[in-house]
């Protein structure tokens, strides 16, 4: 007897919530942990299953990682999803996940060199804030010669970087809303000029 289409549905949904659940914890942990070390025990304890449940969905340690490699770019590029020439949204989306990320990232960037996944995760890191730069401020790059797009992209990603929003938030102890005053008139000196 074949299973019921509903059955394997079900069966499928089940699966898939166990892998996010698995998933979520894991990123969850790093980022209390400040620390890509995981262990199974800890990752399969804090989502509530077991190590072999969590081996059954990722095969190792190292499918682990990659799945929340994947998980945690996705959810980067989501939470900063702003329009094109939307400066006010796009810095505050970028701000709040500062707020919420800053500090698991700028620990991050003191390990680089250290660990390969460190060093893919940043080299990423740095790829996604490229390209929500250039599509944040596509308005004021188009037009440009190539040289000055990619200077102007360069000045902007400086502008908007964690270690600018770390150097103001942490270091200099400002509150958030100044930092992001800062943060918005460095961006506003660069963009003085360059045309919509």
């Given at each position: 007897m074949t299973p019921r289409p509903y059955t394997m549905r079900v069966r499928a949904d089940a699966l898939a919530r166990t892998r996010d659940q698995i998933i979520a914890a894991a990123l969850a942990l790093t980022e209390e942990t400040l620390s890509l070390e995981l262990t199974l025990d800890a990752v399969a304890e804090?989502?509530?299953?077991?190590?072999?449940?969590?081996?059954?969905?990722?095969?190792?340690?190292d499918g682990l990682f990659d799945a929340v490699f994947a998980a945690g770019q996705a959810a980067v590029e989501a939470e900063r999803e702003a329009p094109a020439g939307d400066v006010e949204t796009a810095l505050a989306a970028l701000l709040e996940q500062y707020e919420r990320r800053g500090d698991f990232t700028a620990h991050l960037l003191g390990q680089e060199g250290t660990?390969?996944?460190?060093?893919?995760?940043?080299?990423?890191?740095?790829g996604v804030h490229r390209r929500w730069v250039a599509g944040v401020f596509a308005p004021w790059i188009a037009g440009l010669s190539a040289a000055d797009a990619d200077g102007?992209?360069?000045?902007?990603?400086?502008?908007?970087?964690?270690?600018?929003?770390?150097?103001?938030?942490?270091?200099?102890?400002?509150?958030?809303?100044?930092?992001?005053?800062?943060?918005?008139?460095?961006?506003?000196?660069?963009?003085?000029?360059?045309?919509?």
């Open positions: 804090r989502a509530g299953v077991g190590v072999r449940t969590v081996l059954r969905h990722f095969g190792s340690r660990d390969p996944r460190v060093d893919r995760l940043l080299r990423t890191g740095r102007l992209t360069d000045l902007l990603v400086v502008a908007t970087d964690v270690y600018t929003w770390k150097l103001l938030r942490r270091d200099r102890g400002l509150s958030a809303g100044d930092t992001r005053q800062r943060m918005r008139q460095l961006i506003e000196a660069l963009l003085t000029g360059h045309q919509r």
